[in-house]
């Protein structure tokens, strides 16, 4: 009965903690320490290396550590048996108080006055368009897109969304496909991506898609803010954008490739924000929790929950 813990590019004592804590009937043991592969029933994955859950004969199902599934559905070598992801109430707290602060920042001019008191300027801006007179478009209404867009309209904004099938959302207008992205866009002065990434998302955040953003907006011209994934966005456009006024300015906290390098010329643009793919960060006693739930709920005869559609990719 043991479980697996699969971890690279975090700390992995945490996650062995809690669930050692939090399932004490059964060992708990880290991929790269030695193990006894045949005992192996679960395995909880985050970038785990590929191949490295292949060979484990009683495995029963792999929880992903985190929301998105791109670090598994990656794996050529992937067991087949049930992926689960993470839908947890904390992580997409997190992920809603992110969209909504870099909207907020965005429509109040944060970085501006925060400049401006390091020069020790007292100058305000008289143009200050109010919530309701900005167009938010999220895109992706799932999980992490739906808590968002409420949150959003809460505040006042113009919430608006996309996502691959149609979704029907209280009060907020919803596009879907192909079909609905040109309306959408030309709808929206924020564009928030919260899109997993798969082969049909994959390079989606690209300059023929920002000259379709609306132009006709109260801020200085179209803003992206993006905490999907980094291979949603092709980072030589988003710069071309901004250097030539197709975007205003731009929040990523997703790269192409992460950590982000230090010759990356988003790191100094003016009008860019960087944050570290920390959004919404998984938090081992919310998710080792979640997990050790969905285990013994397996255990009772149960079915799992949130599997991951694989030929969907999410
Ligand atoms: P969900 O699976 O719940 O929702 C995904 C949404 O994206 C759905 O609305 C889906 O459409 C839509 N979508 C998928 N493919 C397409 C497509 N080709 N065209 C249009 N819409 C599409 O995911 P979550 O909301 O839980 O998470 C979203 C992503 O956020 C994760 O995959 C992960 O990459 C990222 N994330 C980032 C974090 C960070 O810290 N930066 C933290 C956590 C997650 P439909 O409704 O039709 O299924
Ligand atoms: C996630 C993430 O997918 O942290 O949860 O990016």
Not at 97 to 124: F, I, K, S, T
Not at 150 to 169: E, H, Q, T, Y
């Amino acid at each position: 009965m043991t479980l697996l813990v699969a971890i690279t590019g975090w700390d992995p004592d945490p996650w062995l903690d809690r669930f050692r804590a939090l399932l004490p009937d059964r060992p708990v043991v880290f991929a790269d320490a030695p193990h006894d592969p045949t005992a192996i029933r679960y395995a909880a994955s985050w970038k785990h290396r590929p191949g490295s859950l292949a060979g484990l004969p009683g495995l029963e199902a792999i929880f992903s550590l985190g929301a998105g599934v791109d670090h598994l559905v990656g794996d050529p070598d992937l067991p087949d048996v049930p992926v689960l992801r993470v839908v947890d109430q904390d992580l997409t707290e997190r992920m809603s108080e992110y969209v909504v602060m870099h909207c907020l920042m965005h429509l109040r001019r944060g970085w501006l006055y925060a400049e401006r008191q390091q020069q020790g300027l007292w100058q305000d801006e008289r143009d200050q368009p109010a919530a309701r007179d900005i167009r938010v478009g999220i895109m992706g209404l799932g999980i992490l897109g739906q808590d968002a867009a409420r949150k959003l309209a809460i505040m006042g904004f113009d919430v608006a969304g996309w996502s691959r099938s149609p979704r029907d959302l209280d009060g907020i207008p919803t596009f879907a496909g192909e079909s609905g992205v040109s309306a959408f866009l030309s709808r929206t002065d924020i564009l928030v991506s919260l899109l997993p990434l798969t082969p049909a998302t994959r390079g989606l955040l690209n300059l023929t898609l920002f000259r379709g953003l609306a132009r006709d907006g109260r801020l200085a011209g179209p803003i992206l803010i993006n905490a999907g994934r980094g291979g949603l966005q092709v980072e030589a456009d988003i710069l071309a954008a901004l250097d030539d006024g197709t975007l205003a300015a731009a929040t990523l906290d997703v790269f192409e490739s992460e950590p982000l390098p230090a010759a990356s010329r988003l790191w100094t643009h003016p009008a860019v924000q960087v944050t570290p793919h920390n959004a919404a960060m998984s938090d081992p006693d919310a998710i080792a929790s979640a997990i050790a739930a969905q285990i013994r709920r397996h255990e009772a005869g149960e079915p799992f929950r949130h599997a991951v559609d694989l030929r969907r990719g999410y």
